[in-house]
């Protein structure tokens, strides 16, 4: 039998209200709370350990940050997540060594389909549910993804490349771009 974890993993439609995702979603919750607490640079690391699939050296997370279970996110060593930021991990998101994050960013990797039909449930007690799938993401390493981007599910961002404040990405941006816009575009390489 497939777990739903595993079916949000394998990009298939699950259930967010099943008692293993919520019970790992209140651990996360719990995790958040405590990282706005440390007040050391081990404090962090150790909070990151415990909140993160994997968390390299150096990793930096300002308060707030919301995620839904952390254990699907993979941070590899000096990044930089600055505050107020959300990561919705129904699938995983990696993030590369020495990338940027700025303030208010979201990245998400979960969605819903677009028709109604497909996207609402009726339960037999006359309740509604949604259907729910996942896609994931990576940031490649060094880039920066400016404040207020939307990272929306299943893109990639290629290693230095920079994403303007405020942009929605819907679709993959490759290495050594500046992209920006709604929906953002490449709009010139970065070349050094």
């Known amino acids: 039998m497939t777990s739903e974890r ?20 209140r651990r996360a919750l719990g995790l958040c709370r405590d990282l706005e607490k440390a007040d050391t640079v081990e404090a962090m690391a150790a909070t990151l350990g ?7 050296k150096g990793v ?4 707030r940050f919301h995620c839904d ?11 930089f997540v600055n505050v107020n930021c959300v990561f919705l991990d129904g699938a995983e998101i990696h993030i590369g060594a020495g990338a940027l994050i700025g303030p208010a960013v979201q990245i998400l990797t979960v969605t819903h389909p677009v028709p109604a039909s497909e996207r609402m449930i ?13 896609k994931p ?16 599910p299943g893109a990639t961002i290629g290693a230095r490349s920079v994403v303007a404040a405020g942009s929605v990405v819907t679709q993959d941006i490759p290495p050594d771009t500046i992209a920006g816009g709604n929906p953002a575009r490449a709009l010139k390489t970065s070349g050094e």
């Open 6 to 25: 595993e079916k949000a993993l394998a990009g298939e439609p699950y259930q967010t209200r099943d008692p293993d995702l919520l019970a790992l979603h």
């Open 50 to 56: 415990a909140l993160l699939g994997s968390a390299g």
């Open 60 to 63: 930096w997370i300002a308060p």
């Open 69 to 79: 279970y952390g254990v699907n996110i993979h941070i590899a060593d000096d990044v």
């Open 122 to 134: 009726r339960h037999a007690d006359g309740s509604r549910g949604y259907t729910t799938f996942a």
């Open 137 to 152: 993401i990576t940031i490649g390493e060094e880039a920066w993804i400016g404040a207020g981007a939307l990272i929306l």
